[in-house]
Nanobody, 125 residues
Framework: QVQLVESGGGLVQAGGSLRLSCAAS????????MGWFRQAPGKEREFVAG???????RYVDSVKGRFTISRDNAKNTVNLQMNSLKPEDTAIYYC???????????????????WGQGTQVTVSS
């Protein structure tokens, strides 16, 4: 079992930055692919970024060049640096863990077995 807790969400103006963190407990995540998903009101949950156990990354097109996912296996954490935020980035952001040795990381929510409770990100125009 893996427990995931997100932090770092909040309210920011368009063009601003936020850094989300996901702290894992219960097992080491060094052999686990990690992902960030988001869900806006009235919309389905969508993949945002993922990082494999080997460090390869994957992003949805809408955040490429603005978001960066990284992992610190020593601290058992995964981060999402979000720059140049836009109002359309407003959503609840979820951290997820995929124990499968997928490379590159999957962009399908069904591949991820463990989920955090989410953290709200609101970008004002």
């Amino acid at each position: 079992q893996v427990q995931l807790v997100e932090s770092g969400g909040g309210l920011v103006q368009a063009g601003g930055s936020l850094r989300l963190s996901c702290a894992a407990s219960g097992r080491a995540i060094r052999t686990t692919a990690m992902g960030w998903f988001r869900q806006a009101p009235g919309k389905e949950r969508e993949f945002v970024a993922g990082i494999s156990y080997g460090g390869s990354t994957r992003y949805v097109d809408s955040v490429k060049g603005r978001f960066t996912i990284s992992r610190d296996n020593a601290k058992n954490t995964v981060n999402l640096q979000m720059n140049s935020l836009k109002p359309e980035d407003t959503a609840i952001y979820y951290c997820a863990a995929d124990p499968g040795l997928r490379m590159p990381p999957s962009d399908q929510a069904t591949s991820y077995d463990y989920w955090g409770q989410g953290t709200q990100v609101t970008v004002s125009s």
